[in-house]
């Protein structure tokens, strides 16, 4: 079986409303090398943090294997990154989770506040990352259910354009309500007074099967998508648009705030309301709604919350902000919210402690939190001792060399020469960067890195920007070429002011 998804065929036989089976999706396998493999495609360098990651990443799937009584012993090894900005810790942490399929979240340290202080509780990145398993396991369900759906949606607009014979005519009238008053049938136009036989019924019967079934193969063949039909959709009523909080924030309330909107929510009526449009369109709306109907949310919300538990990864970015505590120099002499209360706070969520989100309880004994940060000012072990303890692997990355940014403008499958590329491509232009022109871009990044601010590889989007500044105005208005060559004169022409004026380069560069 193929670890990596397993799809239920749906049977003709569902009817709305039946359970569809989950098209469960476990922790991708990949053996250590083949993720190191995986994540070059995208970082140069920086062998040791993504050795480090692939063990992490393989072990969650080992645990997996492990004996049941032994499998909730074995916690994962947290890791911080450290390393100046723009050396590719977030890039690790991000491509990471696209291969193990994972709950992923990438949160800022600092932005959240010690208990009883105006801010966001560190318990709120559990239910975040909860909401986001939520989103995946319930778009994966319903790309599940997408056959039937769209089959149901197709006989809705069939009902529209030619209604189905649901019921025959009785061959005895029924008796009149009003004596002198014939009463009309609703479903034929026929009086209800006028007899049919079972072949004529029959024939007409055939006769709109045949009109459907010649609707429904113009329908799949695009030919009516055009055409304007009436539909009701239903309107969420306006409590799901309106934001719930507290008027000074608070821990919980957030999740507070999103209980209240989904009591108020699920009280108010749904309201249906006409519109016309397309055919097209209709597929479309009758496709998701018929989509959720067909999904279990008790199934949902049990996978997804099994996922969190299991495989979920948080990535702590600038945790070296919360370094430290309010003695430490220059920070004053009152109360710091934000660094030591943060890092208490953190602390049993790191360790393992049971959070309450409007889903149920969710359990972080074994979801896998990577920290990062530059660490200029502080050092990791200006860090609490028991949360350093919880982050067992420390790596260090390497800052970039000159070597390093001519791979990173052309070897990734995102290389920024190829992005650029392509936007100028889509106006018939072919751009061409010759060896030397890499080169020196490459040159200048790590001179203005070394003599501004190190920001490594995210300088070489401000080179770019600045040396292709012109080219991007002037096309296609003024630059009327097909082929373009950027040769290290173009670059040394554009570039040279700038770098050689510092102050200039600390605004532009």
């Known amino acids: 079986m193929d670890t990596k998804e397993e799809i239920t065929t749906l049977s003709d036989e569902q009817k709305n409303g039946e359970e569809i089976a989950t098209p469960h999706k476990e922790l991708r396998v990949h053996t250590p090398h083949e993720i190191v493999q995986e994540l070059d495609k995208y970082i140069i360098g920086q062998g040791n943090a993504k050795r480090s990651v692939a063990i992490a990443l393989r072990n969650r799937w080992r645990r997996q294997q492990v004996a049941e009584d032994l499998r909730e012993e074995i916690m ?4 911080i990154l450290i390393g100046p900005t723009g050396v590719g810790k977030t890039e690790i942490a991000r491509r990471l989770a696209r291969l193990a399929g994972a709950p992923f979240l990438k949160v800022e340290a600092t932005k959240y506040t010690e208990v009883g202080y105006v801010g966001r509780d560190v318990e709120s990145m559990i239910r975040d990352l909860t909401e ?7 778009s994966e369900q319903m790309e599940a259910a997408e056959p039937k759906a769209r089959a149901n949606a197709e006989e809705r607009i069939l009902d529209i354009l030619v209604p189905p014979m649901t019921q025959s005519v009785p061959q005895t009238p029924p008796p009149m309500m009003f004596p002198g008053v014939p009463v009309s049938s609703t479903i034929t136009g026929v009086p209800q007074g006028t007899a049919r036989t079972p072949s004529e019924t029959k024939e007409m019967a055939e006769l709109n ?38 008027p000074l924030g608070g821990p919980g309330m957030d999740e507070i705030g999103q209980n209240i909107q989904d009591i108020l929510g699920g009280m108010l009526p749904k309201k249906n309301k006409r519109r016309r449009v397309t055919i097209a369109e209709a597929r479309a709306i009758f496709e998701q709604e018929e989509a959720a109907k067909l999904i279990d949310m008790d199934n949902v919300i049990r996978e997804a919350i099994e996922r969190v538990e299991s495989g979920g990864i948080i990535f702590l970015d600038e945790i070296d902000k919360i370094a430290g505590g309010s003695k430490r120099e220059g920070s004053g002499g009152g109360p710091d919210v934000s660094r030591e209360g943060v890092q208490r706070d953190l602390l049993p969520i790191v360790e393992g402690s049971n959070v309450s989100t409007r889903y149920g309880i969710v359990r972080t004994d074994h979801i896998l939190f990577i920290g990062s940060g530059a660490f200029h000012v502080t050092k990791p072990s200006d860090l609490i001792p028991e949360l350093q303890g ?4 420390r790596v260090e990355l390497d800052s970039l060399t000159q070597e390093d940014f001519i791979k990173i403008l052309t070897i990734p499958e995102n290389a920024l020469l190829k992005q650029y590329t392509a936007l100028l491509g889509t106006e018939g232009v072919e751009v061409e960067f010759t060896p030397d022109a890499i080169q020196a871009i490459a040159r200048t990044a790590f001179e203005v890195n070394e003599a501004v601010e190190n920001i490594g590889a995210r300088r070489l989007h401000t080179i770019l920007t600045t040396l292709l500044e012109q080219v991007l105005y002037d096309v296609p208005d003024v630059v009327k070429e097909k082929h373009l060559k950027i040769d290290a004169k173009f670059v040394d022409e554009r570039l040279d002011k700038v770098v050689k004026n510092r102050d200039l380069s600390q605004y532009i560069l």
């Open 76 to 79: 994962p090894n947290n890791i």
């Open 132 to 138: 986001l398993a939520i989103t995946m396991v319930k």
């Open 209 to 246: 099967e045949n009109t459907r079934k010649r609707f429904r193969e113009k329908i799949r063949a695009g030919e009516m998508d055009e055409r304007e039909i009436e539909v009701d959709v239903q309107q969420a009523p306006p409590i799901a648009s309106m934001q719930i909080m507290g």
């Open 390 to 393: 919880r982050f067992p692997i």
